[in-house]
């Protein structure tokens, strides 16, 4: 069964900082991995994904990720963070055929 | 507008009620998913649905059913309510579940 690790509930960088934030998977077959933004009272929304092919992925919002099969890694990374990028954070894996498992989320701070 | 819709968005219900909460999923998606978010279990995926027929089964109470009618829109009915049943349920919808679901933004239900 597949499962994902965010490493830190919580995250808090400075207006205009890197925000990296983790996501480690287990899996015994090639997972499809996703990033999702939860903002407050509202649903989820989809970031970015990794299916195939390119292991950087780009996505909303200045938002990227990179899949590191050897660390079994799925880092969210955005450049230069603003504001308006508080909100939790969640990753996500599945594998053909099985649903979509969650991570704990980390909720990202941004200081001003 | 994600394209999935969810009503009602706010309910509140006494203990040892039932209510329904409806899902319209986004068109041309067959499959249908329901989850359950609350603070102490995160994101806990309940069950799935596709072109009508039941698919999995994850931590779904006895108490709650669900299904989907053939205009593909579902329900999920959560009976004999306790207050531990208070959260956030969100329906996604997908095409592929390989390539990510797209959430409504959830019904809060409030138990008192």
């Not at chain 1, 929304?45 to 990794?50: A, D, E, G, N």
């Not at chain 2, 072109?51 to 004999?80: T, V, W």
Request: charged share 15%; with cysteine; glycine share 8%.
């Amino acid at each position: 069964a597949q499962s994902v690790t965010q490493l830190g509930s919580h995250v808090s960088v400075s207006e205009g900082a890197l925000v990296l934030l983790r996501c480690n998977y287990s899996s015994s077959v090639p997972p499809y991995l996703f990033w999702y933004v939860q903002y407050p009272n509202q649903g989820l929304q989809l970031l970015l994904k990794y299916t195939t092919g390119a292991t950087l992925v780009k996505g909303i919002n200045g938002f990227e990720a990179e899949f590191k099969k050897s660390e079994t890694s799925f880092h969210l990374t955005k450049p230069s963070a603003h504001m308006s990028d508080a909100a939790e954070y969640f990753c996500a894996v599945t594998t053909h055929g099985n649903k979509l498992v969650f991570g704990a989320g980390t909720i990202l701070r941004v200081k001003s | 507008d994600s394209g999935v819709t969810q009503t009602p968005k706010h309910l509140i219900t006494a203990t040892g009620q039932r209510v329904t909460l409806r899902c319209s999923p986004r068109s041309g998606d067959l499959s249908v998913y329901w989850y359950q978010q609350s603070l102490d279990q995160g994101l806990q995926f309940l069950i799935q649905y596709y072109n009508g027929e039941e698919r999995a089964k994850g931590n779904i109470l006895e108490r709650f059913s669900a299904q989907q009618f053939p205009d593909l829109h579902s329900e999920l009915n959560l009976s004999s309510l306790e207050l531990g049943d208070s959260a956030l349920y969100f329906c996604a919808s997908s095409h592929d579940r390989n390539y990510g679901y797209t959430f409504g933004s959830g019904t809060r239900l409030t138990v008192v």
